[in-house]
């Protein structure tokens, strides 16, 4: 993962403004920009960015920005589920990210993050997959998930999953119809409306919220400074309705059992939170329409 | 807890919202900047084909004869008494590699403070590749203790006489010209070796926190909008962010609100 080298006097510094001097005292959580240890920074998302995609977000958390585009396209059901579609992800990790990223720099952590996904989508509540079939056994819909990273600024998982979740919403998959001929043979005909199309529910898409654990209290959203004083983080993937789908843990340093009960508890009350938001706004720009002014990368 | 998403707002043009008569006159690479031979050429330019071309992305300074054009995105280059923040990167057999935010890694002779962290240094002289060497001139300089650091772009940081500031609001802000910018709590006592071998790894009082976090804060606000950085204008830009919650002043419209206002109070104050 990206990071900075930090001297030893500013990692006390950070250390130091996450936990309390006494253990009493509870209130005292000042972080270096001077959120609680609860508090997200500003996220802006936008959806719909990339033109020739079935589905598209754009999700800025502080200094990480997230690219997703969603495209839809026919294949065959795997043997084991002839009745479903299912979802395919890839994480490229640009060299615009950090230099670190450059050639294959980037490959272990793009694979990380993709298996991290699969795992998070590796439930049946997650997306309906049995929407995407067309006919069993035969065709149905793959979605591929294209993850890019433009820049590394602290909580990949977070923003990555706040913008897939963005992309499956917006994505807009064609509607089909099999006609079958006299002679048994299936004709598959597309819909002359280009806006006559699918859309998949997301209400059980999970996001992920990361959980770093510094000195002995644990902050959501890190920064990457923050990122570099932390031993352990807890990655809790959670629906909007506080369901935990999936848990993982990452870095070198151990968890205590009390702690990842904490950990997850606060995963859980922080990712309800942040499923509202998502919804809202994502119902606030759809209801826009076309009266949204579209910033895209230029703006 | 708070949780904040919103759309993205496109940016305003800063000479918009300035109300700004004269533009600055904005070159990129390539661009003819005159076409009268009598002027001098200095930095960012070059002649050619009886034209004199930019051949850095600037603004277009005029001094009598001579034009150049000043980068307004840059790395840093050194100049010999510029006072600069930087980070150990590596470690030699009679030397230390400076990370500075320059082209090249500074160094840093033995001759200075022993232990790696993050140190304050002088330039002393600058080699023929860009390289520069840096001294620690007296024990005022030396390694730095608990505090934060901000990256800005060097563009943005003033050149002026004394670059260690004390600010009445009760931390202490080091402006280094490679764009570093140090802030770190007053010390209560002067030591003598304040450059001293051992950081003082004391807890940081609440108090002296907040004023760090909204310092930095404002500094990353006045960065976003294209701000000199000096002590003035920090310091009326902490001032102006002062009825706002510390999280707050990263807000876009919050932050365009607190910068008009340091603007404001500059003109006022030069005028």
């Known amino acids: ?299 | 807890m708070a949780m904040e998403m919103r759309l993205p707002v496109a940016r305003k043009p800063l000479s918009e919202s300035l109300g700004r008569e004269s533009k600055k006159h904005l070159v990129v690479p390539g661009d003819t900047i005159t076409t009268d031979t009598g002027f001098m050429r200095g930095h960012g330019t070059y002649m050619g084909e009886e034209k004199l071309i930019a051949s850095v992305a600037g603004s277009v300074e005029r001094v009598n004869k001579l034009i150049c054009v000043k980068a307004l995105k840059t790395r840093y280059n050194g100049e010999v008494g510029d006072i600069v923040v930087g980070r150990i990167t590596e470690v030699q057999q009679k030397r230390w590699k400076v990370e500075t935010n320059s082209r090249l890694d500074s160094v840093l002779l033995l001759s200075s403070m022993n232990l790696p962290g993050g140190e304050l240094a002088e330039v002393q002289a600058v080699f023929s590749d860009g390289a520069v060497s840096l001294h620690t001139r007296s024990l005022k300089y030396g390694k730095l203790g608990q505090g934060v650091l901000v990256q800005v772009s060097p563009s943005l940081v003033k050149r002026q006489k004394t670059h260690f500031h004390d600010l009445p609001c009760g931390a202490s802000v080091i402006l280094g010209n490679n764009g570093f910018i140090w802030i770190y709590p007053t010390p209560e006592h002067k030591e003598e070796d304040a450059g001293g071998f051992i950081a003082n790894l004391e807890p940081v009082s609440l108090a002296d926190r907040e004023v760090i976090s909204r310092l930095r804060n404002c500094i990353v606000s006045l960065v976003t909008q294209r701000m000199m950085l000096y002590d003035t204008s920090i310091l009326y830009c902490y001032e102006a962010s002062l009825p706002h919650p510390i999280k707050d002043i990263l807000k876009p419209e919050i932050m365009e609100e607190i910068v008009l206002e340091t603007r404001q109070r500059l003109l006022e104050q030069e005028g």
Not at chain 1, 124 to 139: F, G, M, T
Not at chain 1, 240 to 255: D, F, I, Q
């Open chain 1, 1 to 299: 993962m990206a990071s900075v080298a930090l001297s030893e006097a500013e990692k006390v510094y950070i250390v130091h403004g996450v936990q309390p001097l006494k253990i009493t005292v509870l209130k005292e959580d000042l972080r270096v920009d001077g959120r609680g240890c609860e508090d997200y920074r500003c996220v802006d998302v936008e959806t719909d960015v990339v033109s020739n995609t079935s589905g598209s977000a754009r999700v800025k958390l502080g200094h990480t920005d997230i690219l997703v585009g969603v495209k839809a396209e026919m294949g065959t059901p795997k043997l084991e589920k002839p009745n479903e579609g299912y979802l395919e992800f890839f994480v490229d990790c640009s060299a615009n990210a950090t230099p670190e990223f450059e050639g294959r720099g980037g490959d272990d952590l793009g694979t990380e993050i993709a298996n991290t996904l699969y795992r998070i989508f590796n439930n049946k509540s997650s997306v309906d997959l049995k929407s995407l079939c067309i006919s069993p056994r035969e065709h149905c819909w793959i979605l591929y998930v294209d993850v890019l990273l433009l820049e590394c600024g602290g909580n990949l998982f977070d923003a990555i999953s706040i913008a897939v979740k963005a992309a499956l919403f917006n994505t807009r998959i064609p509607r089909v119809r099999v006609l079958e001929d006299e002679e048994g043979s299936k004709d598959i005909e597309l819909s002359d409306d280009p806006y006559d199309c699918i859309r998949l529910s997301v209400e059980n898409v999970p996001c992920i919220v990361t959980l770093c654990k510094i000195g002995y209290r644990h902050v959501v959203d890190a920064t990457l400074q923050e990122e570099a004083c932390s031993l352990a983080s807890l990655l809790v993937s959670v629906t909007s309705k506080g369901v935990v789908t999936c848990m993982r843990k990452v870095g070198k340093g151990s968890l205590d059992p009390e702690s990842i009960f904490e950990m997850m508890e606060t995963g859980k009350r922080v990712g309800k939170v942040l499923h509202t938001s998502l919804q809202n706004i994502l119902h606030k720009e759809e209801s826009l329409g076309t009266k949204r002014q579209k910033v895209g990368f230029l703006g």
